[in-house]
């Protein structure tokens, strides 16, 4: 199975990789990891918004309400966040 056809585990907590900047743009943003040099486009500005919400939530899904996702749309933000964790993109934030 491919990684991002699973959705991440959405209650746990996760972050932006901290060599990724993020340019928002008006069809969502530009993510670029400056140690893979990859270039990932965010088509949705909601998914930026839950991305950019990561940092402060406890948990994706919680990013994911906070960005606009509504309960029936989890899990394609879920496969969303699993291709940008496939990628480096976005890291499981430590607990401790």
Same mark, same amino acid.
């Given at each position: 199975?491919? %990684?991002?056809?699973?959705?991440?585990?959405?209650?746990?907590?996760?972050?932006?990789?901290?060599? *990724?900047?993020?340019?928002?743009?008006? !069809?969502? &943003?530009?993510?670029?990891? !400056? $140690?893979?040099?990859?270039?990932? !486009?965010?088509?949705?500005? =909601?998914?930026?918004? &839950? *991305?950019?919400?990561? &940092?402060?939530? %406890?948990?994706?899904?919680?990013?994911?309400? =906070? $960005? $606009?996702?509504?309960?029936?749309?989890?899990p394609r933000f879920?496969?969303?966040?699993? &291709?940008?964790?496939?990628?480096?993109?976005?890291?499981? =934030?430590s607990t401790s």
């Amino acid at each position: 199975m491919n %990684p991002i056809d699973s959705p991440i585990d959405l209650d746990r907590a996760w972050d932006l990789h901290p060599q *990724v900047s993020v340019r928002p743009e008006p !069809f969502g &943003a530009l993510l670029y990891h !400056f $140690g893979t040099r990859k270039l990932t !486009f965010l088509k949705d500005p =909601r998914l930026l918004a &839950a *991305v950019q919400a990561l &940092a402060t939530e %406890p948990t994706a899904r919680a990013a994911c309400s =906070r $960005g $606009g996702a509504m309960e029936s749309e989890l899990p394609r933000f879920g496969r969303a966040l699993a &291709a940008l964790a496939s990628s480096s993109m976005v890291v499981q =934030r430590s607990t401790s």
